[in-house]
Nanobody
Framework: QVQLVESGGGLVQAGGSLRLSCAAS????????VAWFRQAPGKEREFVAS????????YYTDSVKGRFTISRDYTKNTVYLQMNSLKPEDTAIYYC?????????????????WGQGTQVTVSS
């Protein structure tokens, strides 16, 4: 089955940048969409951004539009989340997820595969 491994989290000051990576392995030909979700302490997991494994469609939640960019490198089977102008409210565990079929981009229940998560902490 598809395996996802995230990296790139850390501690950064407000206004700074981080780039998260999600490396995919296994039967990646079956992947339709890869997304980033995040979960802050005491809150539900929420959608951040997604990208088609083939093609160029991308989607973002409103709170990160203009600050975050999702991209994909076919040669490395890796999806990136470039995060700029970070805010303290971006602090969360960030998860990479993949789904193999259609369904809502924004609902975590439609994703079959998940990484272990990487912590992002933004200090004020």
């Amino acid at each position: 089955q598809v395996q996802l491994v995230e990296s790139g989290g850390g501690l950064v000051q407000a206004g700074g940048s981080l780039r998260l990576s999600c490396a995919a392995s296994g039967p990646i030909f079956s992947i339709y969409t890869v997304a980033w979700f995040r979960q802050a302490p005491g809150k539900e997991r929420e959608f951040v951004a997604s990208i088609r494994w083939t093609g160029t469609n991308t989607y973002y939640t409103d709170s990160v539009k203009g600050r975050f960019t999702i991209s994909r490198d076919y040669t490395k089977n890796t999806v990136y989340l470039q995060m700029n102008s970070l805010k303290p409210e971006d602090t969360a565990i960030y998860y990479c997820a993949a789904k193999v079929g259609y369904g809502s981009e924004y609902r975590d229940s439609t994703y079959q595969y998940w990484g272990q998560g990487t912590q992002v902490t933004v200090s004020s």
